[in-house]
């Protein structure tokens, strides 16, 4: 996928997408939108300038790191944010995906390439130095964010807030004292696995081993509560999901995943958990990949992806030591065998749904820009987000609640884990945990 991710949660194929720097084609049209009401177009505007609009996750991180992109350089067409379209989208706070690929948790690769690529922590700490290079380079429009207090303090400069969420716990390579200099680095969130089951916790989409959370496990998220670090469910396994629920003493969120009422996909979240979420306090950030969204996309792709199978195997066989050719000649094949897809008024839905079932006070946005293949008709990059706020207009929600789903939301979220985090410790390491890993062999 755009994010180069090989565990993107369609299925274990789908991962082998090329770099998502263009949308894929669709073969069927979706239904056609209503048309535009100017004045509440207008008026959705005025509010979408008014709000704090925080989106929990965004993968051109790993395209910066990957291929050398500037943010700063507009890529209209290629990929679905810069820094420019940020600023178009009213995007108050952006979560940059620190995206570790479970490639860099396993040791088997040869010594050589360890050295030259290194392990978890050390991708971790590439994609970290990257938004900061970023932010360095263009101050006048782009801000390191650390707290909810800065995302606020990003809305009155008029810039974008940049904060940092891991996406896979492996990266913290089993150790507490890790996620604690990850803390001091500014991660602010960490999703619990990616698609893969790590040493501590079980993922949405792979072998379950520790039935949730692994006693080890059950501390990291103790210690993320005690820094101040939001706990990401997206990816986790219902039980992974539900044994955070019960260890927590913050508000959770999930940064980017969608309902499973409209798409019975292991990434989205069943309204039991829905639910539960909404009691904790926390905020579940819709995911914008209509594989996510619609079950008619989802059915197709798994299609798609049995009848391609044999070609794709060949494809992967004959490049495999051609990383860039092999990916071409991928995205050659997805792009004649297109899959359909929704709109942004399925998205909108999502957003409904979890509003009904877990509350108003706990729905987000969380895009996944440039971490999936296409987005819905009418969401083409970042700089729709405004189309958002004009279809939850249209369908009738108060301005108030329209500010909270864009980003009011999570900053009361984030506020409460801060409160959390200053009731239990004054220090980062001095009061931390000192267990350590074992492997379950040797305990």
Same mark, same amino acid.
């Given at each position: 996928?755009?994010?180069?991710?090989?565990?993107?949660?369609?299925?274990?194929?789908?991962?082998?997408?090329?770099?998502?720097?263009?949308?894929?084609?669709?073969?069927?049209?979706?239904?056609?939108?209503?048309?535009?009401?100017?004045?509440?177009?207008?008026?959705?505007?005025?509010?979408?300038?008014?709000?704090?609009?925080?989106?929990?996750?965004?993968?051109?991180?790993?395209?910066?790191?990957?291929?050398?992109?500037?943010?700063?350089?507009?890529?209209?067409?290629?990929?679905?944010?810069?820094?420019?379209?940020?600023?178009?989208?009213?995007?108050?706070?952006?979560?940059?995906?620190?995206?570790?690929?479970?490639?860099?948790?396993?040791?088997?690769?040869?010594?050589?390439?360890?050295?030259?690529?290194?392990?978890?922590?050390?991708?971790?700490?590439?994609?970290?130095?990257?938004?900061?290079?970023?932010?360095?380079?263009?101050?006048?429009?782009?801000?390191?964010?650390?707290?909810?207090?800065?995302?606020?303090?990003?809305?009155?400069?008029?810039?974008?807030?940049?904060?940092?969420?891991?996406?896979?716990?492996?990266?913290?390579?089993?150790?507490?004292?890790?996620?604690?200099?990850?803390?001091?680095?500014?991660?602010?969130?960490?999703?619990?696995?990616?698609?893969?089951?790590?040493?501590?916790?079980?993922?949405?989409?792979?072998?379950?081993?520790?039935?949730?959370?692994?006693?080890?496990?059950?501390?990291?998220?103790?210690?993320?509560?005690?820094?101040?670090?939001?706990?990401?469910?997206?990816?986790?396994?219902?039980?992974?999901?539900?044994?955070?629920?019960?260890?927590?003493?913050?508000?959770?969120?999930?940064?980017?995943?969608?309902?499973? &009422?409209?798409?019975?996909?292991?990434? $989205? #979240?069943?309204? @039991? /958990? !829905? *639910? =539960?979420?909404?009691?904790?306090?926390g905020v579940v950030m819709i995911n914008f990949y209509p594989a996510f969204l619609d079950e008619k996309v989802r059915q197709a792709g798994l299609e798609r992806d049995a009848r391609l199978k044999p070609e794709r195997d060949r494809i992967n066989q004959q490049f495999k030591d051609d990383k860039?050719?092999?990916?071409?000649?991928?995205?050659?094949?997805?792009?004649?065998?297109?899959?359909?897809?929704?709109?942004?008024?399925?998205?909108?839905?999502?957003?409904?749904?979890?509003?009904?079932?877990?509350?108003?006070?706990?729905?987000?946005?969380?895009?996944?820009?440039?971490?999936?293949?296409?987005?819905?008709?009418?969401? &083409?990059?970042?700089?729709?987000?405004? $189309? #958002?706020?004009? @279809? /939850? !207009? *249209? =369908?009738?929600?108060?301005?108030?609640?329209?500010?909270?789903?864009?980003?009011?939301?999570?900053?009361?979220?984030?506020?409460?884990?801060?409160?959390?985090?200053?009731?239990?410790?004054?220090?980062?390491?001095?009061?931390?945990?000192?267990?350590?890993?074992?492997?379950?062999?040797?305990?």
């Open positions: 996928m755009a994010k180069l991710r090989l565990a993107l949660a369609f299925t274990l194929t789908l991962s082998l997408l090329a770099p998502l720097c263009a949308r894929a084609q669709q073969a069927q049209a979706p239904a056609a939108q209503p048309q535009r009401d100017e004045r509440l177009w207008k008026k959705a505007l005025e509010l979408h300038r008014k709000a704090v609009v925080v989106d929990g996750h965004n993968d051109i991180t790993e395209i910066m790191v990957d291929t050398g992109y500037d943010l700063g350089t507009p890529s209209v067409g290629k990929y679905h944010t810069d820094l420019q379209r940020l600023i178009q989208g009213g995007v108050t706070g952006q979560f940059f995906s620190v995206y570790v690929d479970r490639k860099y948790a396993t040791q088997k690769h040869a010594a050589e390439e360890y050295l030259t690529r290194g392990g978890s922590a050390r991708r971790a700490l590439d994609l970290i130095d990257v938004i900061y290079r970023a932010a360095e380079k263009y101050p006048d429009r782009l801000m390191m964010a650390y707290s909810s207090a800065d995302i606020l303090r990003a809305k009155r400069q008029k810039k974008v807030g940049a904060l940092l969420g891991i996406e896979g716990g492996h990266a913290i390579e089993n150790s507490l004292s890790v996620l604690r200099d990850f803390y001091r680095l500014g991660v602010r969130y960490m999703t619990l696995t990616h698609n893969n089951t790590n040493e501590w916790a079980d993922a949405c989409c792979d072998d379950a081993r520790h039935n949730g959370l692994s006693d080890f496990g059950r501390e990291v998220v103790r210690e993320m509560n005690r820094l101040g670090m939001l706990v990401d469910v997206s990816h986790v396994s219902d039980k992974t999901m539900s044994d955070v629920l019960e260890v927590t003493k913050a508000p959770v969120i999930a940064s980017h995943s969608s309902a499973r &009422r409209f798409s019975d996909h292991k990434r $989205n #979240i069943p309204d @039991e /958990l !829905l *639910r =539960r979420i909404g009691q904790n306090g860039e050719r092999r990916e071409a000649e991928l995205k050659r094949l997805n792009d004649a065998n297109p899959l359909p897809n929704t709109t942004l008024s399925v998205l909108v839905d999502h957003i409904e749904h979890v509003a009904k079932v877990a509350g108003v006070d706990h729905v987000g946005l969380g895009s996944d820009f440039d971490g999936v293949p296409f987005l819905p008709e009418g969401v &083409r990059d970042v700089a729709d987000l405004p $189309n #958002i706020t004009y @279809e /939850l !207009l *249209r =369908r009738g929600h108060s301005e108030r609640d329209v500010l909270k789903i864009l980003g009011g939301n999570l900053v009361r979220a984030f506020a409460e884990a801060e409160r959390v985090a200053r009731s239990q410790s004054r220090t980062v390491s001095g009061e931390g945990s000192t267990l350590k890993y074992e492997p379950a062999a040797k305990k």
